[in-house]
């Protein structure tokens, strides 16, 4: 019997206006729980997939609603670490998340933040688990972080866990006099699953791009792109062995079109393409993607059935208010 997917990165509350203003006339602000890595907990969690989710906030009642919504989802807290004064959040600054808003951070000095080695027992939490899930926003927060993922990289990796990784590329984060070139192809080589998109690829690893690609560039010409490129990080990290990637599109606020590939060392695969003029949340699309595919490699499904059941599950995130994906 395969063991549970550990997801760990931090917690954080995303406020949002209701209107097109953060000082608006109703005076209405949103608030949602969310953070990448707890997305994709919870929609393993909705999959019926054993997963657990470790971060740390403060011992408060928002951390406790936070937590609560994970556990109604099926999702594991036992190892959370109730620490510190600050739980971290973001603002966005556009209604219902459409548009490309401007993203306002407020996570330095966090609980999670401040989560030094040592200070977590990964041998006694990888007791049970069989994956691994992370992404490259925890180590874009400080170096301190940095220092946390190779450590519990380390030991996973030596467990035999299968470690998946979403390169995530905020380029608001990364403050600290390090760019992800320093930083991730270190943590990246323990990794055998490799997810993000060629241009997050390109600018955390170092894989080539092709400045002639564009919005009118077509998925065939897409999809041979990302083979070269799989073949590029195949080459760079041994142990990996699925390179899966997004490619999604707005042409407006309420547009998207979303497609995704997914290669092994000995084939490449894409899927169906999406497309809608009628979306609700883009917010957390990226990471029900990521979910679909752990949760289809962790079931053993075949490739073809991983990329399109990941896309389906991304384009299905588009429809749903907040960061957290629907049963549905």
Known sequence: MKGKIICFGEALVR??????????????VMAFPGGSEANVAVKLGQTGLPVSYISAAPDNQITREFLKILKDNNVETDSFLYRGDRIGSYIL???????????????????????????????KIFEDCSWFHWTAITPALNEELTEVMKEALEIAYSKGITISVDLNYRNKLWQYGKSPLEVMPELVKYCHIIMGNIWASHNML??????????NTSPEEYFEFAKKNSIDLFSEYKDARIVANTFRFMDN???????????SRNKSLISPIYETNDIIDRIGSGDAFMAGAIASLYQDLDLQSTIDNAVLEGYNKLFVTGDFSNTK
């Open 93 to 123: 600054l556009s209604a219902n998340g459409l548009s490309k808003g401007e993203v306002i951070y407020d996570r330095k000095y966090s609980s999670f933040s401040q989560i030094r080695t040592g200070e977590i027992d990964w041998h």
């Open 15 to 28: 406020y949002q206006p209701a209107e097109d203003s953060f000082f608006n006339e109703s005076n209405k």
């Open 253 to 263: 606020s309420n547009h998207n079109l979303l497609f995704g590939t997914l290669h």
């Open 206 to 215: 170092g894989t080539s791009i092709d400045s002639n690609l564009h919005r």
